[in-house]
C-alpha cells in the first residue's frame, strides 16, 4: 500500500460545482496534512493545511480530516474554471524533527468546465 | 522577489554528462529541500538540509546525485553521469524550522518553478 493514496482522477464537473478530492494514508501517527494546488507546467502552491479532526474551510476549500478512517479530503465550492490543476495531498513525515519531508500523493486532476 | 529561485529552468543533456541545478531559498527560511518529479506523481523527496548540514537523504538516491549548501544559502545538486531515468522536474523549496516553531508552520514548503531535466 501506498503511503498516500489520491485517486488519480481526472475528475471534471461544471462551473459551479461542488469538486470533492480524496485522500488515503498509510501512517497512523500522521499528525497534519496539507493540500497542494499545481498549474500545469508549475510549481505546487500551498492551498492549506488541517491537523485537527473535522472540517477547516477557507474561502471555497473546505479540508476534512477523519483520523480513525485515515482520510483527508479536499472540496471546492463553487468551482471555477481557474481551479483546473492538479491537487496533491501531502502528509509530513511523523514524529522526529524531520521537518518538510513530505509524502505526496499521485494528484488528481481536476477539470472544470464552463 | 523574494521567493524560491531555480535555475536553469531547463536542462537538456545526453547521456553521460554531469548536470548541476542551483536553488536560492527564501532568506529567512533556514531548510532547504530537493524533490524530484515525474510526469504523472506528485514531487518526490530527495533531501533536506537545515542551515549547511545536510539531514537526511532519501534512500532512493543515487550515488550520482550530491547536493550541497556550503554556507548555508544558496544549494546546489549535480547529478553525475547523467541517465535517462533521471530525467524529471527538480523541486527545491524551503521552510523555516526553529525550536519556537509549530511543527505544522515548519511543516509549509514554499516550492521554486523547478528545473526541468531531459537525459537523451
Known amino acids: 500500500q501506498k503511503e498516500v493514496e489520491q485517486n488519480s482522477g481526472p475528475l471534471s464537473v461544471p462551473e459551479g460545482a461542488i469538486a470533492s478530492l480524496n485522500c488515503t494514508y498509510s501512517d497512523r501517527g500522521s499528525q497534519s496534512f496539507f493540500w497542494y494546488r499545481q498549474y500545469s507546467g508549475k510549481s505546487p502552491e500551498l492551498i492549506m493545511f488541517?491537523?485537527?479532526?473535522g472540517d477547516k474551510e477557507d474561502g471555497r476549500f473546505t479540508a476534512q480530516l477523519n483520523k480513525a478512517s485515515q482520510y483527508v479530503s479536499l472540496l471546492i465550492r463553487d468551482s471555477q474554471p481557474s481551479d483546473s490543476a492538479t491537487y496533491l495531498c501531502?502528509?509530513?513525515?511523523?514524529?522526529?524533527?524531520?521537518?518538510?519531508?513530505?509524502?505526496f500523493g499521485q494528484g488528481t486532476i481536476l477539470t472544470v468546465h464552463p | 522577489d523574494t521567493g524560491v529561485s531555480q535555475n536553469p529552468r531547463h536542462k537538456i543533456t545526453k547521456r553521460g554528462q554531469n548536470v548541476t541545478f542551483r536553488c536560492d531559498p527564501i532568506?529567512?527560511?533556514?531548510?532547504l529541500y530537493w524533490y524530484r518529479q515525474t510526469l504523472g506523481q506528485g514531487p518526490e523527496f530527495l533531501t533536506y538540509f537545515q542551515n549547511e548540514a545536510q539531514l537526511e537523504k532519501s534512500r532512493l538516491l543515487s550515488d550520482r546525485f550530491s547536493a550541497e549548501r556550503p554556507k548555508g544559502s544558496f544549494s546546489t545538486l549535480e547529478i553525475q553521469r547523467t541517465e535517462q531515468g533521471d530525467s524529471a522536474m527538480y523541486l527545491c523549496a524551503s521552510s523555516l524550522a526553529h525550536r519556537g516553531a509549530k511543527v505544522k508552520v515548519a511543516n509549509v514548503l514554499t516550492f521554486g518553478a523547478g528545473s526541468r531535466l531531459t537525459v537523451l
Open positions: 501531502a502528509v509530513p513525515n511523523a514524529g522526529g524533527t524531520s521537518y518538510g519531508k513530505l509524502t
Open positions: 532568506s529567512e527560511h533556514n531548510r
Open positions: 488541517i491537523y485537527s479532526n
